[in-house]
Each structure stands twice: as structure tokens, then as C-alpha cells.
């Protein structure tokens, strides 16, 4: 995040820091957000200062407040989706970003540059794969004897990952045993099944995706949700050797009153003897700010949207 535009003169704006215009440096744009410091020395001065709502709070409790509601908004109000493309190793796998939440859209781009949707494979997973000897029995590790012996991976992902179209197949099933190779493939199969595009599953416990093996070597691009926060690892706020990675939080604009009213709302409630009808106004203005800021960022135009519904009169054949 540049410093304040304010400061900054339109040769600056537009010519960024190595004066060559349209780099993608970050200063375009950025007047629409505020700096997460910026915004916790506005809560300090204005609601913490003598006679005031919060008088005597803490910055390191602000601090914590104004990080968790910026984790809170990134979840279903602020424009916080991001994508990450990679081209699929032969391994088959990506691991997932480090600032990662939940993911929107798994996509892999055609020779068109569209993006070709994957659906998730509901009906496999990742395993763990524990060893055996001759005589089926569990195998241990001799260094530590309680511990059992597991495989590197599953035979359940490494059939998954041979299959180099599970989309193509022409066995037949029964409705009892509905598999992946049927998608597309019986009269009257379920739409999640009919895809031509790959799946792919998500392995949390490891942090990987899997994807099945017409991907490979395909370009893919997850869109996922981050919590605003991804460089904060520890408890201590050190990130490598990049320093006051705090002001690399921002908050939008639109959204700036809400993250204020988060803040308030956790900082009352942690005081004792606070006024029960206080926190109960606060509680009603969170709300409030909160959904005034999902819609000044949903972006709504009345345009667009009637170019769609000009095609909702369209017959629909079953």
C-alpha cells in the first residue's frame, strides 16, 4: 500500500515508483481503501481518548479488535477473492495459498483464454494409507514402537490420478453404485456429474489439492477468499523480514464505518460493568454498518442487469 494520496502528485499516481505507467505497482487505484493503522489511530483518537466511549483502552487491544474485523468483513463483504494459476505438476497436485480460507472457483484456461470450470470429486479422497506386512497385519515404526507406518500416499489417490479421463468411460453402473466415470455418460444422470472438465478434491489436512488426470499439465487458476491478514503468521506480527506488514491491511471505504463498529462492539464488550443498553446499540450499529457495506460493495448496476435478464424469456427445454 503506497503512502496517503493526498501527498502524492498526479505524475506520481500515474507514473509509480519506477516512472513508467500502468506497471500494476499497486497506486493506481488505491484511494478507494484506507490503511489498517490509519484506521486504529482514528478508534484511538476519536473513542479512546478522556470522556470518551472506550477512555482508556488500550492500542494492543484495538489493535487485536480492528484485525479480527478485518478477518470477519473479508468473508462475505469485502472484495477479498483472490486467484492463484499454476500449471499442474505431473504430480497432479498444488498447495494451497498460505493466506487461504475457502475457496469460490477452480478453473483451468482453454487456448481461448476462457476459464473452463472443474467440479469438485465428492466421491474420493486422500486417505491415510497405513502399512502392512505379508500377513495383512499393521506394521510399526521400530524407532517409535506406538506409532503405526503410513505411506507417503493412498491407492485410493493414486487410482484417481491414473485415470487420464474419468469423464470418458463406457462401463455401466447401476443407480445403487453412481461413480465419477458415469458423469455425462446415463440417461437421466445428475448435472454435478456432467463435466467434461476434470474435478479435483481438496486435501486440508495436508493443504494440497488433488486433480484427476485429464488436468495435467493444464493451466489452473484458484479463486479463493483470504482473510485480509495472510501476512500476520505469528503472534508476535514478524513475517520474514518484512516490517510493519500492518500497513499492507486495508480496508475499503465503503466498508470503513463497519470495521469501526466491529472494533467498538468487541472493545465494550470486554469491559466490565459496561452499560447493558450501550452494548446492545452498538450490537444493532454493527449490524447496520455491516449491511450498508455489502451493498455499497456489491456493485450493483442496473445496466447489466437488465442485458441478463433479457434472456430469462427465453423457453428452457427439459
Avoid at 489417490?157 to 455418460?185: F, H, I, P
Avoid at 464505518?257 to 469491559?271: D, F, N, P, S
Amino acid at each position: 500500500m503506497p503512502n496517503n494520496l493526498i501527498t502524492l502528485t498526479h505524475k506520481q499516481y500515474y507514473e509509480g515508483t519506477d516512472n513508467s505507467q500502468l506497471t500494476g505497482d499497486g497506486v493506481q487505484g488505491s484511494y478507494q481503501f484506507i490503511k489498517m493503522t490509519d484506521l486504529i489511530n482514528d478508534i484511538m483518537a476519536t473513542y479512546c481518548q478522556l470522556d470518551k466511549m472506550l477512555e482508556g483502552t488500550r492500542l494492543s487491544d484495538v489493535t487485536y479488535h480492528a484485525h479480527r474485523a478485518l478477518q470477519e468483513l473479508s468473508f462475505d463483504t469485502f472484495r477479498s477473492v483472490k486467484a492463484m494459476e499454476i500449471e499442474i505438476p505431473p504430480s497432479l497436485m498444488m498447495s494451497l495459498p498460505h493466506d487461504y480460507v475457502g475457496y469460490t472457483k477452480v478453473t483451468w484456461i482453454d487456448e481461448s483464454g476462457l476459464q473452463r470450470t472443474l467440479y469438485p470429486a465428492i466421491l474420493t479422497s486422500n486417505p491415510d494409507a497405513y502399512l502392512q506386512d505379508s500377513n495383512d497385519n499393521l506394521t510399526f515404526d521400530t524407532n517409535a514402537p506406538n506409532d503405526s507406518l503410513l505411506a507417503a500416499d493412498s491407492n485410493t489417490w493414486g487410482k484417481y490420478k491414473a485415470a487420464t479421463d474419468v469423464n470418458n468411460s463406457t462401463e455401466k453402473y447401476d443407480d445403487s453404485d453412481l461413480l465419477e466415470s458415469t458423469r455425462g455418460r446415463q440417461y437421466g444422470s445428475e448435472p454435478r456429474h456432467m463435466n467434461q472438465n476434470g474435478s479435483f478434491y481438496i486435501d486440508y489436512r495436508r493443504g494440497r489439492i488433488h486433480f484427476s488426470g485429464n488436468c495435467a499439465g493444464k493451466t489452473v487458476t484458484l479463486h479463493y477468499i483470504s482473510d485480509g491478514v495472510g501476512k500476520l503468521q505469528s503472534h508476535t506480527g514478524a513475517y520474514e523480514d518484512t516490517a510493519n506488514v500492518q500497513d499492507d491491511f486495508i480496508v475499503h471505504k465503503f466498508a470503513q464505518e463497519a470495521c469501526i463498529k466491529h472494533v467498538l462492539y468487541a472493545c465494550m464488550q470486554g469491559r466490565k460493568n459496561v452499560d447493558y443498553n450501550m452494548l446492545q446499540m452498538l450490537k444493532k450499529e454493527k449490524f447496520a454498518e455491516t449491511r450498508k457495506a455489502k451493498i455499497r460493495l456489491s456493485n450493483i448496476k442496473i445496466e447489466e442487469i437488465t442485458q441478463i435478464l433479457r434472456g430469462k424469456s427465453k423457453w428452457i427445454k427439459h
